[in-house]
Nanobody
C-alpha cells in the first residue's frame, strides 16, 4: 500500500499562483507514475498532469503553459506549480500514484480561485 499526503491548496485571486505537494510513503518502490487530477462541482474528475519516474510529463490542454508538474524521486514527492490561475481552475485536486496495474488516490485538496 501507498499512503499519500497532499498539501498546498487554498484560496487565491485570479492570476495568482499556488503550489501543491503530494508525499508518498509505504510501498513507494513500486511507483511508476505520479500525477494530479481535479474535480469541479458537478463535473467528472479529469487529468491535470502526470509525470513518470523518468520525467516524462503529460498535461491537459487547459493547463499547458500555466501549470508545471515536477517530481522528487528521493522524497517520493510530486509537485504541481500552478500559475496564472483562473476561476475555472477551482476544484478539488487529487494526487494519484500508479504502481503497475494498481493506483492510489490522495484525499484531495481544495483550490479556489476567486476575487
Amino acid at each position: 500500500q501507498v499512503q499519500l499526503e497532499e498539501s498546498g491548496g487554498g484560496l487565491v485571486q485570479p492570476g495568482g499562483s499556488l503550489r501543491l505537494s503530494c508525499a508518498a510513503s509505504g510501498s513507494i518502490f513500486s511507483i511508476t507514475s505520479m500525477g494530479w487530477y481535479r474535480q469541479a462541482p458537478g463535473k467528472q474528475r479529469e487529468l491535470v498532469a502526470t509525470i513518470t519516474t523518468g520525467g516524462t510529463t503529460v498535461y491537459a490542454d487547459s493547463v499547458k503553459g500555466r501549470f508545471t508538474i515536477s517530481r522528487d524521486n528521493a522524497k517520493s514527492t510530486v509537485y504541481l506549480q500552478m500559475n496564472s490561475l483562473k476561476a475555472e481552475d477551482t476544484a478539488v485536486y487529487y494526487c494519484r500514484v500508479n504502481r503497475g496495474l494498481l493506483s492510489n488516490w490522495g484525499q484531495g485538496t481544495q483550490v479556489t480561485v476567486s476575487s
